[in-house]
């Protein structure tokens, strides 16, 4: 009995960690990050003429630094409130 009961821990055990693990939180705050910094570098190294067509308006570099202030909340989110583990159901 003790046995089943270790088994039957360790499979929650391992069930909150890939809970955490693929928290939406992570993935959106991920790839939000990286497409920030990319936008945000096309935005740096924009040349005089795209500038022009967007009526002297860096909208590259404004979105990048957009895009990485929301993809640093949710990862500051998933940090401050991380997800709780399963809570295991008495069948007894």
């Known amino acids: 009995m003790s046995e089943l009961l270790n088994e039957v821990s360790e499979l ?22 990286l497409y920030g910094v990319i936008v945000t570098i096309a935005g740096i190294t924009a040349s005089d003429a795209d500038l022009k067509k967007a009526e002297n308006i860096n909208i590259n570099l404004w979105t990048g630094l957009g895009m990485l202030a929301l993809g640093l909340f949710f990862l500051v989110w998933l940090k401050v409130r991380p997800v709780a583990p399963p809570v295991p159901e008495d069948g007894a």
């Open 12 to 33: 929650e055990r391992k069930s909150a960690t890939a809970a955490r693990l693929f928290d939406i939180r992570r993935i959106i705050g991920g790839l939000f990050v």
